[in-house]
C-alpha cells in the first residue's frame, strides 16, 4: 500500500454566491510515478467534481498548471508526489486575477506587460518577399533562442517580493522578454528607447535582485543573467543622459 496523502487545497469560486474562501481536506492514496497533475484529476472524478484547477499540456509545455505547493510556486504536472511529504498544501498563484480554486487568470497580465514593454520587433525596414532572409549569427540565434523558451507558467512572478507589493512591476518574466529584444539585431530601438520603457522603478530598478525568480522558474531560464544584463544597460544608459546634460 502506498502512503495515505494528505492535501489541504484553497477552495474559492469568486463566481459562485456564497463561496467563501478557505482550506479542504482531501485524502489519497500514493500510486507510483504519481503527479500532482494525477492527483488533482484523480480528485476531481473520485471525490469533488467542482475542483477548479487548469491543464493543457501535462508536459511542462503551456505553462497553466502553475500553483503554489507546499509555499513554492512550481508546476504541477511536472511535480511528483514521490519528491513531497504526506501533507501538501496547494494554493492559486498570487498576484494573478483568480478564476476559482487553483486556476488564475495569467493570460491578462502577460499581454498587459508585454503591450507596456512593446514586445515586438520594432524596425522601420519593409519586407521584400523576393529578397533572400537576412542570415543572423548562430550564437545570437541560440542566445535568443534561451530566452524565448519561456512558458509563461508566472511562477516567477508569483515569487517576486516586489511584485507581491507593487501590481506595476514588470516582473522577471517581462524583463527576460524586454532582454530577448536588446540582443535581436533585427530590433532597431536604441539604449534610450529601452530606458524610456525600462529605466524606473517598475522596470529593472525596482527589482531587489534576491533572485527568487530563477529559484522557481520550472524551464531554467537564466533570470540573473538577464537582470544583471538589463540593470548594467540601463545603468550606463542613465549615466550617459547625466553627464550629456
Ligand atoms: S530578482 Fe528581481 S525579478 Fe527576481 S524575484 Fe527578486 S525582485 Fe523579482
Ligand atoms: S521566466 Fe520561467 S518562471 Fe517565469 S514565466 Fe517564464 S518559464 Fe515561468
Ligand atoms: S499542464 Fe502544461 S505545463 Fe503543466
Same mark, same amino acid.
Given at each position: 500500500m502506498?502512503?495515505?496523502l494528505?492535501f489541504e487545497?484553497?477552495?474559492y469560486?469568486?463566481e459562485?454566491?456564497?463561496s467563501t474562501?478557505?482550506?479542504?481536506?482531501?485524502v489519497?492514496?500514493?500510486?507510483?510515478?504519481?503527479?500532482?497533475f494525477?492527483v488533482?484529476?484523480r480528485l476531481?472524478?473520485?471525490?469533488?467534481?467542482g475542483l477548479?484547477?487548469d491543464?493543457c499540456?501535462?508536459?511542462?509545455?503551456c505553462?497553466?498548471?502553475?500553483?503554489?505547493?507546499n509555499?513554492?510556486?512550481g508546476?504541477?504536472?511536472?511535480?511528483?508526489?514521490?519528491?513531497?511529504?504526506?501533507?501538501i498544501?496547494?494554493l492559486?498563484?498570487?498576484?494573478f486575477k483568480?478564476i476559482g480554486d487553483l486556476?488564475?487568470?495569467?493570460?491578462v497580465?502577460?499581454?498587459e506587460m508585454?503591450?507596456?514593454?512593446e514586445s515586438?520587433?520594432?524596425t &522601420?525596414? @519593409?519586407f521584400?518577399p523576393t529578397? !533572400?532572409? /537576412? %542570415?543572423m549569427? &548562430?550564437? @545570437?540565434?541560440?542566445?535568443?533562442? !534561451?530566452? /524565448? %523558451?519561456c512558458v509563461?507558467?508566472?511562477c516567477?512572478?508569483?515569487a517576486?517580493g516586489t511584485?507581491r507589493?507593487?501590481?506595476d512591476?514588470l516582473?522577471?518574466?517581462?524583463?527576460?522578454?524586454?532582454?530577448?529584444?536588446?540582443?535581436?539585431?533585427r530590433?532597431?530601438?536604441?539604449?534610450k528607447e529601452?530606458?524610456e520603457i525600462i529605466?524606473n522603478?517598475y522596470g529593472?530598478?525596482?527589482?531587489m535582485g534576491l533572485?527568487?525568480?530563477?529559484?522557481?522558474?520550472?524551464k531554467?531560464?537564466p533570470?540573473q543573467?538577464?537582470?544583471?544584463?538589463?540593470?548594467?544597460?540601463?545603468g550606463?544608459?542613465a549615466?550617459?543622459?547625466?553627464?550629456?546634460r
Amino acid at each position: 500500500m502506498g502512503r495515505l496523502l494528505q492535501f489541504e487545497i484553497f477552495r474559492y469560486n469568486p463566481e459562485e454566491k456564497g463561496s467563501t474562501p478557505h482550506m479542504q481536506s482531501f485524502v489519497l492514496e500514493e500510486t507510483a510515478n504519481m503527479t500532482l497533475f494525477i492527483v488533482l484529476n484523480r480528485l476531481r472524478e473520485e471525490q469533488d467534481p467542482g475542483l477548479i484547477f487548469d491543464f493543457c499540456c501535462r508536459a511542462g509545455i503551456c505553462g497553466s498548471c502553475a500553483m503554489v505547493i507546499n509555499g513554492r510556486p512550481g508546476l504541477a504536472c511536472q511535480t511528483k508526489t514521490a519528491d513531497l511529504p504526506e501533507q501538501i498544501t496547494l494554493l492559486p498563484l498570487p498576484v494573478f486575477k483568480l478564476i476559482g480554486d487553483l486556476s488564475v487568470d495569467t493570460g491578462v497580465w502577460f499581454r498587459e506587460m508585454y503591450q507596456k514593454t512593446e514586445s515586438w520587433i520594432h524596425t &522601420n525596414k @519593409v519586407f521584400d518577399p523576393t529578397k !533572400e532572409e /537576412e %542570415r543572423m549569427d &548562430n550564437a @545570437v540565434a541560440e542566445q535568443i533562442y !534561451e530566452l /524565448e %523558451r519561456c512558458v509563461e507558467c508566472g511562477c516567477c512572478i508569483a515569487a517576486c517580493g516586489t511584485a507581491r507589493m507593487r501590481d506595476d512591476f514588470l516582473g522577471a518574466a517581462s524583463l527576460n522578454r524586454v532582454a530577448r529584444f536588446v540582443i535581436d539585431p533585427r530590433d532597431q530601438r536604441t539604449d534610450k528607447e529601452y530606458f524610456e520603457i525600462i529605466g524606473n522603478d517598475y522596470g529593472i530598478f525596482g527589482c531587489m535582485g534576491l533572485l527568487a525568480c530563477e529559484d522557481v522558474c520550472p524551464k531554467k531560464l537564466p533570470l540573473q543573467n538577464q537582470l544583471g544584463f538589463l540593470r548594467r544597460k540601463m545603468g550606463i544608459t542613465a549615466l550617459k543622459q547625466i553627464f550629456r546634460r
